[in-house]
T-cell receptor, first 112, second 113 residues
Framework: ETGVTQTPRHLVMGMTNKKSLKCEQH?????MYWYKQSAKKPLELMFV???????ENNSVPSRFSPECPNSSHLFLHLHTLQPEDSALYLC???????????FGPGTRLTVT | GENVEQHPSTLSVQEGDSAVIKCTYS??????FPWYKQELGKRPQLIID?????GEKKDQRIAVTLNKTAKHFSLHITETQPEDSAVYFC????????????FGGGTRLMVKP
């Protein structure tokens, strides 16, 4: 499947590290999303970009910083994370904000 | 904002039986209700959706019903097969939140052969 790709697929980082997650969509969509999926809260919407502008920020801690340089790429910059941030981070895209979403395979993040 | 509740959280059925998963939502302006299936280790994928101008939609063994008055919608899977085993998520859009989807907590369906 090549519709929505994410890298890396797995990431282990210490609490003092800085890393970035990358998402790329090849579907010509205008909206992109970051979700956090953990056992406690299965699918939490973190950020939404529509036409490269952030339209949603669900009270996410500032240690998560999104970036959308163009409509095909979405990044999630991570710094000074906590162990409770360990989760699967899913990227998704849709033709327009709120429409049918196509998910990427996710990045399994472990914070040690 | 929108609040979506999903029940049950786990469901175990015998192969060939039917499975029903129910969701309720709070925002009466919601008009789009998708269902996603997530197999173990894989990404969520849309399996069926319904819009508020219809009450029921069917696709082979899968059907979704919507009751706008009561603000609930349900996923029905008939003649279940082991490959139906997965986590299923319902969602509803929220008109006052840029039309974003709010997901239910998920239902882990196990189909026993």
């Amino acid at each position: 499947e090549t519709g929505v790709t994410q890298t890396p697929r797995h990431l282990v980082m210490g609490m003092t590290n800085k890393k970035s997650l990358k998402c790329e969509q090849h579907l010509g969509h205008n909206a992109m999303y970051w979700y956090k999926q953990s056992a406690k809260k299965p699918l939490e919407l973190m950020f939404v970009y529509s036409l490269e502008e952030r339209v949603e920020n669900n009270s996410v801690p500032s240690r998560f910083s999104p970036e959308c340089p163009n409509s095909s790429h979405l990044f999630l910059h991570l710094h000074t994370l906590q162990p409770e941030d360990s989760a699967l981070y899913l990227c998704a895209s849709s033709q327009e904000a709120g429409g049918e979403q196509y998910f990427g395979p996710g990045t399994r993040l472990t914070v040690t | 904002g929108e609040n979506v509740e999903q029940h049950p959280s786990t469901l175990s059925v015998q192969e060939g039986d039917s499975a029903v998963i129910k969701c309720t939502y709070s925002d009466s302006a919601s008009n789009y209700f998708p269902w996603y299936k997530q197999e173990l280790g894989k990404r969520p994928q849309l399996i069926i959706d319904i819009r508020s101008n219809v009450g029921e939609k069917k696709d082979q063994r899968i059907a979704v019903t919507l009751n706008k008055t009561a603000k609930h919608f349900s996923l029905h899977i008939t003649e279940t097969q082991p490959e139906d085993s997965a986590v299923y998520f319902c969602a509803a859009n929220a008109d006052n939140a840029g039309n974003m989807l709010t997901f239910g907590g998920g239902t882990r369906l196990m189909v026993k052969p």
